[in-house]
């Protein structure tokens, strides 16, 4: 494929949009490609992550002073002449040279962000296949081929051993700092360290082997680069090999962030039409081309093929092969498949538990419980919440929602998924409640989300409480609420006090909680439904 083409084409790379393109290999296409009038405006969630960043930089600017420079490669290289110690901001841009290998992206064909870091490559031949350290194209040869990237830069410091020596002693040379407002180091940000080092290389004549991460806990963590230069060689060539496809590359449901995308409408409606066999559950990069090698490329191809052959097949595995045939069926006829009908516990008291955290402020600050009693032959339900209005008084809304949890000893504590457990865990332990406690209300959860992973097999997108309730009919009165808008709502509230972002918040947590309830109770009905319309599953 030639590349240099493909750069001349679509311009400059941008390292953000390679960032992009590793957490999603269709965004970075559309964003460029797509019709900007199917954009949605960015997610509040996001917005508010943005501030939290420029706070986070300004605050490591105050602690560890440094010369600012504005973008472009003359400021940079006056201030790394003159010996500064730290340079803070700009941006770099520089010509990356690689050499042509067909296997390249093969080799990369699959990867996907959550396995990027159990790559190991070899860091002497990453020096040799990345090269063009200081070279110009014709050094090279018909077989290298080379692209234009720039990249913002977030801080730059001056190599330690040469802190403190008389300036122009020796030739300055600097390792990249990024700063994030995550919690721990990330894959992604240690390839924009990578790539970094490799502009910084084009520029200094010799590429870091080290550079920084410094996170939400302010701390410095030192990241060794030469693992991941391979690796974001790699993903720029296939990047560039996208830019030259008529389509958008297709998008796995099972690695997806779609949630806080701005293009997530526009794939939805590109989705319905075309049902790739990518957004199947269980579908994810590694197990897709196994399916194509075997001649599976659609929904209904491998809804109709024998369940043998597919079993058959290398890698796949029994056990998945058949999860994905009954994904495809329900898939195929909209109708759920039955595996099994286990009963659901029966009781006078059910609660329904559901919990909104804040990662900004490490908090969980609402511990919603829906508790519904059978009342003469109807069910009448009540919505508690148990409400941290400060991060401080998280302890207090846990032993008001332990109090409220023993009123009802005997009922059952249904969730979906376990961020309830762990989260019930870490808050008996910070706060010091007796072990026995803990361990008694535990045995009473009953997580849906594993229910349903036994029972039933749903024709659905993602097995998420949101798309099961809404498929079941259920609709949340604030329509575009989300996990993420709760957590912007509360830190809303933090910042200005307004009781809206609260009633907010406590709006979609009770719904959370009803959405379980209309979810176990047609868990409830499923040996009858089974019976009377939608098929059953002898696994």
């Known amino acids: 494929m030639e590349f240099r083409v493909a750069a001349a084409q679509q311009g400059s790379v941008d390292a953000e949009e390679l960032l992009a393109f590793f957490r999603c290999r269709r965004l970075p296409y559309l964003d460029r490609f797509g019709p900007q009038e199917a954009k949605l405006p960015p997610e509040n969630l996001l917005e508010q992550w ?44 520089a010509e990356l040279f690689w050499q042509l290998d067909s296997s390249s992206t093969e080799e990369l064909a699959g990867l996907e962000p959550d396995v990027g870091a159990s790559l190991e490559p070899d860091p002497d031949q990453a020096a040799e296949d990345w090269g063009g350290v200081g070279k110009t194209p014709w050094e090279f040869g018909p077989e290298f081929r080379s692209v ?20 122009h002693a020796v030739q300055p040379s600097y390792w990249p700092v990024h700063i994030r407002i995550g919690k721990r180091p990330k894959p992604e940000y240690e390839l924009l360290l990578a790539l970094q080092a490799e502009l910084l290389g084009s520029l200094q004549g010799q590429v870091p082997k080290r550079g920084f991460l410094i ?4 701390k410095w963590h030192p990241v060794h680069l030469s693992r991941r230069r391979v690796q974001v060689r790699r993903l720029l060539q296939e990047y560039l090999g996208t830019l030259n496809q008529p389509e958008p590359p297709q998008v796995f ?13 526009h794939c939805r409606q590109l989705n319905a039409v075309a049902q790739p066999l990518t957004l199947l559950p269980g579908v994810t990069g590694s197990r897709y081309p196994l399916l194509q090698e075997a001649g599976i490329d659609s929904i209904e191809a491998l809804a109709n093929a024998q369940l043998e052959m597919l079993q058959a097949i290398p890698k796949l595995g029994a056990g998945v092969a058949l999860q994905l045939q009954l994904q495809a069926r329900a898939t195929l ?3 759920p498949l039955w595996i099994q009908s286990p009963p659901l516990p029966t009781t006078p008291v059910e609660l329904y538990f559901d919990i909104e955290a804040d990662p900004r402020h490490n908090v969980a600050y609402l511990l919603g419980l829906l508790v519904v ?14 409400l941290a209005a400060d991060p401080r008084e998280e302890g207090q809304a846990w032993e008001q929602f332990l109090q409220l949890a023993q009123r009802y000893p005997d009922a059952p504590i249904y969730h979906f998924h376990g961020f309830e457990v762990q989260t019930c865990r870490r808050l008996g332990e910070q706060y010091r409640t007796d072990p026995r406690q803990v361990r008694q209300l535990l045995q009473r959860f009953v997580d849906l989300h594993a229910w349903v992973q036994r029972s039933v097999v749903l024709p659905i997108e993602s097995y998420s409480l949101k798309n099961i309730a809404r498929w079941l009919g259920f609709e949340w009165r604030l329509p575009d609420a989300n996990g993420a808008q709760s957590i912007y709502w509360y830190s809303q509230w933090l910042e200005t006090r307004e009781r809206r972002y609260l009633e907010h918040s406590l709006i979609y947590n009770e719904d959370d909680c009803r959405a379980t309830h209309r979810l176990k109770d047609w868990l409830s009905q499923g040996e009858v439904l089974q019976q009377a319309v939608f098929p059953t599953v002898n696994v």
């Open 50 to 93: 943005r501030r939290d960043r420029q706070a986070l930089q300004a605050a490591v600017l105050e602690r560890f002073p440094g010369e600012q420079v504005t973008p472009g490669n003359g400021a940079l290289l006056a201030a790394m002449a003159a010996g500064a110690e730290r340079i803070y901001g700009g941006q770099i841009l």
């Open 148 to 167: 234009w990237v720039s990249s913002s830069l977030d801080l730059l410091i001056r190599d330690p051993a040469l802190v403190g020596r008389r300036r």
């Open 215 to 218: 996170l939400k806990d302010g």
């Open 253 to 265: 449901m099972a690695r997806s962030r779609c949630h806080l995308c701005h293009w997530r409408e």
């Open 333 to 335: 006829s909209r109708r």
């Open 373 to 386: 009693e059978q009342a003469e032959g109807t069910k009448v339900a009540n919505y508690h919440g148990c």
